[in-house]
């Protein structure tokens, strides 16, 4: 059992870790591939909707909150130390021994910015995911958080992105597919709700 659990800890962890790194890597055009794989990878919404696939298995809020901490914290910092080897912190200036110096103060700032960013983050994902295992109606409206957030996210950047071809693009069917995903969520509870009246009904009936 303790090795399972380390197994899938460790797994988490490499998971994260790639993750950052191939976000970092598509930014800085490391990547094979359209102008969009940047525009996919290099916001927010994907890195909430990978933490919450990280924490889906997980059936109560402490469980989903170490889930989701175990995959991004190590993908903050994989994204931040492959940021730090494509220059990104080289320093304007060359330092005292003539070779370019890194601002190490702006990568430690950002790296714990985010790291509490991604603490934050695991505590309401957690919740979120706790919540809608539990079902009923709080169930369903914690389903169509994430969905609500793409919508608002992905149509809002698309409507002021029309100097970036590419993000309006990828922020365009990042609402499609939130909008897409909050109708399923809302079918898949009405038919729930449905066949547990029906059975309900029908129980009622039977009885003496």
């Given at each position: 059992m303790r090795t399972t659990l380390l197994t899938r800890a460790l797994l988490l962890v490499l998971a994260g870790m790639c993750f950052g790194w191939l976000a970092s890597a598509a930014n800085h055009g490391h990547l094979p591939g359209s102008p969009h794989v940047p525009k996919v990878l290099g916001n927010d919404w994907a890195w909430l909707c990978a933490a919450f696939v990280a924490a889906w298995p997980a059936r109560g809020w402490t469980a989903a909150f170490r889930r989701v901490g175990l995959f991004l914290i190590p993908a903050?910092?994989?994204?931040?130390?492959?940021?730090?080897?494509?220059?990104?912190?080289?320093?304007?200036?060359?330092?005292?021994?003539?070779?370019?110096?890194?601002?190490?103060?702006?990568?430690?700032?950002?790296v714990i910015a985010y790291?509490?960013?991604?603490?934050?983050?695991?505590?309401?994902?957690?919740?979120?995911?706790?919540?809608?295992?539990?079902?009923?109606?709080?169930?369903?409206?914690?389903?169509?958080?994430?969905?609500?957030?793409?919508?608002?996210?992905?149509?809002?950047t698309a409507r002021i992105s029309d100097d970036d071809a590419a993000?309006?693009?990828?922020?365009?069917?990042?609402?499609?597919?939130?909008?897409?995903?909050?109708?399923?969520?809302?079918?898949?509870?009405?038919?729930?709700?449905?066949?547990?009246y029906t059975a309900g009904r029908a129980d009622s009936r039977g009885a003496p």
């Open positions: 903050v910092v994989a994204y931040y130390v492959s940021d730090l080897f494509a220059g990104t912190y080289d320093q304007a200036l060359p330092s005292s021994a003539g070779t370019a110096g890194i601002d190490g103060t702006g990568l430690i700032t950002d790291i509490v960013i991604g603490l934050l983050t695991s505590a309401g994902l957690a919740l979120l995911v706790t919540a809608i295992h539990r079902g009923g109606l709080i169930g369903l409206v914690a389903s169509l958080v994430l969905p609500a957030y793409l919508v608002y996210k992905g149509f809002g993000l309006q693009v990828v922020a365009t069917w990042v609402g499609i597919a939130g909008l897409a995903a909050g109708v399923a969520v809302i079918l898949l509870g009405a038919r729930r709700w449905s066949v547990r």
